[in-house]
């Protein structure tokens, strides 16, 4: 994957069909969404319970594009190598989720993939400023992770300004995740985020039957954020 600060749309699947998530898949890349994305979820770091290495591994099939997977469980570097051999590009593990998040980063590095850092709302940038080096990407969360749905939260706005002067012009990128629609789609972008995670935002109003719903809310993602 080569390295550019366009804006990439990035469905989160936990919106998607569960009972046709091949399919569903398909019908988001076929209908322009340049990453996939996996929230997987533990129970325990966050009220929620998602996808473990087996979904993961049944899901890399139908990717074509790029399987971006955002563990949100704690303690985590026991099971980064399940979710790479499982199929992911990019693994992103919470910078809350233990105390030794450079170890974390070295670890997913060590298995051949990409490398994401997240950061909750209540978190700081700062946090992450001495773990930039071994990132490939820093993931904003804009609301509280645990569910879909939820409404954004506009002060991470200035986080996502702050991480992007710290960043300069290393090669990483800043995603956020949570609430974003085509209102909020273009205040991340603006404040620096080049990868937006989208869940019912995509996904509302549409099915495999209906992929061109899929399309159009994908478009009007992209084209509030780039506009």
Known sequence: MSFDRQIRIAPSIL?????NFGAEIRA????????????VMDGHFVPNLTFGPPAVKAFRPHVRSFMDVHLMIAPVDTHIEAYAEAGA?????HVEAGPHPHRTLQAIRATGKKAGIAINPGTPAETVSC???????????TVNPGFGGQKFIHSQLDKIAR???????????????GGIDPVTAPLAARAGADV??????????????????????????????EG
């Open 28 to 39: 988001i890349e076929d209908q322009g969404a340049d990453w996939v994305h996996v929230d």
């Open 131 to 141: 773990l930039l080096d071994l990132c490939d990407m820093v993931l904003v969360m």
């Open 196 to 225: 937006l995670v989208a869940g019912s935002a995509v996904f509302k109003g549409g099915s495999v039957e209906r992929p061109e719903v899929y399309g159009a809310n994908i478009r009007a993602i992209r084209e509030a954020a």
């Open 15 to 19: 919106s998607a069909d569960f009972a």
């Open 163 to 177: 991480l992007r002067a710290m960043i300069g012009d290393r090669p990483i990128h800043i995603q956020v995740d």
């Open 89 to 93: 590009d990019m693994i992103t593990a």
